[in-house]
Each structure stands twice: as C-alpha cells, then as structure tokens.
C-alpha cells in the first residue's frame, strides 16, 4: 500500500499557482485542499501559511509519506484501504471519511476529508482533489453533548427512584414503609444492620448489610466501607486522603476504603453537578 504512495516526485506545495484570496479563504474555513494528477503522479497541496503549521506541513517538498506517515495507528488501515477502494472503484465520485491525524506537536486533531474524483469515460482516476478540514473541536464538544445527555438520564432515573422508592424495614410487629430518600446511611453490626434515618433515628434490622447494599445500589447508595452503605443523595463534604473520609447531613464522619476510593469518586461525579 505504501509503494502506491512513494512513487513519483515529493509533493510540490506550489507547483501549481494559487492566488492569495484563494490560500485567504482556505484559511478562513482552517483547511486545505491537495490535489494528485494520477496522469503523471503529481501531489499538490494549497494551504495558508498558519494552516501548514497547524498541520505540521513541512517547509519546502513535502514527503510523499506525509499523509501515511501521521495517520493515526488505530484508523491507519481505515483510512488508506477506504481511500484505495474509492478510487479503484469507478461508480465513486465522491468519497468522505474522518481519520485523527498527528499534529506537529505529537497531539492528534480530527480531520475530515472529502475527495472528489475526476475520471475518464473508463472510470479511471485522472484527478484526485481533497479537501482538509479540522473536526476536532466539532466531535469533543458532541462527545461532551453525549456524556451530558447520558448523566442527565441517569440523574433524571435516580432522581425518581429515590423520591418515589420506599423501603420495607422489618419490626417486632411488622414493617415501617420509608421513602429510602430518608435514608442517611446504613452501619454493618455483624449479621444485622443499622439503618440511621435523616431524622436521626436508627432501626436495627436482622439483615446483612449486603442484603441492603443489593437492594439500594441502583437508587443512589454506595458501599464506600465493608461496614458502611451511604445514601449518596445525604454526603456533605468529601476529604481527601488514601482512600479520605465523608462527613455526612448530620455531620457524621466515615472512612471511605482505598479500594473503593476510586468507584467512589466515579459515582459521585455522577451524582453530583460540577462547575468544573
């Protein structure tokens, strides 16, 4: 695949005139435009002085390698094979992909490329010409879009199953029916469990704390300690340290474990909003 590439003379970025006002709008729009003449094998590249740095373009002939060479690893296949079966396709006249492309800083942008194909009555290629033009900002800021509108599904369901869900705490006499939102934190004390209300009262229940870890995972509670489930929903302040402590509504301090440090800190971003 290379070898159809490195034939011929290196790219000339001028061998062909451009007038300013093109190379002037090509820099309004950040892209560049390349043109292969696949009658004699010769690239051209058009681009405005800050576009060629932005793309790491280097001065003077351009390597014939340069595309191949900056293509990302994971979407080098994708995008070399993708180009070479257009081409060798003769019912294509245009093709589009995107392929992250490396910077001349080693950092890597999103680069769309949209290729048109000048053809004889054959279907042969006579021209090439592609245009450049950089997506990144476009995809992070739809990523940014997805993961909001994932979090705000995820809020909007633990939002409802906490403010509607109750929970049947079993008595002497029968069962207290509490809407878990009312629920502070739950204290393993060996096979039974303390389960310490907002109001400050505690019911002692003769379940395992895992029989409440299971029940109230998926509603906002996390098991930050092998004796402690806290209502997320009821954290006050979280410390930094190996593994740091919360201090909960009604100022109680817990210990969160070193091995639950990190889910821990995952389900409160998104528990919580941040201006960060």
């Given at each position: ?182 629920i502070c934190y739950c204290k393993a004390s060996g096979n039974y469990t303390e389960i ?81």
């Amino acid at each position: 695949m290379r070898d159809s590439f490195n034939q011929g003379d290196p790219l000339k970025p001028h061998t062909i005139a451009a007038p300013d006002l093109f190379l002037s709008a090509l820099d309004t729009l950040s892209e560049a435009v390349w043109i292969i003449d696949h009658t004699t094998n010769q690239h051209h590249w058009f681009a405005s002085e800050r576009n060629k740095i932005k793309f790491g373009v280097p001065q003077g002939d351009i390597p014939k390698t340069f595309w191949l060479d900056n293509i990302h690893p994971d979407d080098w296949d994708y995008a070399v094979h993708g180009y070479q079966r257009a081409l060798e396709d003769p019912s294509i006249s245009c093709y589009g992909h995107e392929y992250r492309f490396k910077g001349p800083c080693g950092e890597y942008m999103v680069i769309h490329d949209l290729i048109k194909f000048l053809r004889n009555s054959d279907g042969c290629v006579l021209h090439s010409i592609g245009t450049w033009r950089d997506i990144t900002l476009e995809r992070r800021l739809e990523e940014m879009n997805r993961k909001l509108i994932r979090k705000d599904k995820t809020n909007e369901v633990l939002i409802q199953s906490i403010e509607t869900f109750k929970l049947a705490i079993p008595t002497f006499d029968g069962f207290i029916f509490t809407y878990i939102k009312n629920i502070c934190y739950c204290k393993a004390s060996g096979n039974y469990t303390e389960i310490t209300m907002v109001d400050g009262t505690i019911h002692v229940v003769s379940r395992t704390l895992k029989n409440y870890e299971d029940a109230l995972g998926a509603h906002g509670f996390f098991r930050i300690h092998h004796s402690f489930l806290i209502n997320l929903g009821h954290v006050k302040k979280y410390v930094r340290g190996d593994g740091g402590y919360v201090m909960m509504d009604d100022n109680k301090v817990i210990d969160v474990s070193k091995r639950k440090k990190e889910a821990f800190l995952v389900r409160l971003e998104g528990q919580f909003v941040s201006a960060a």
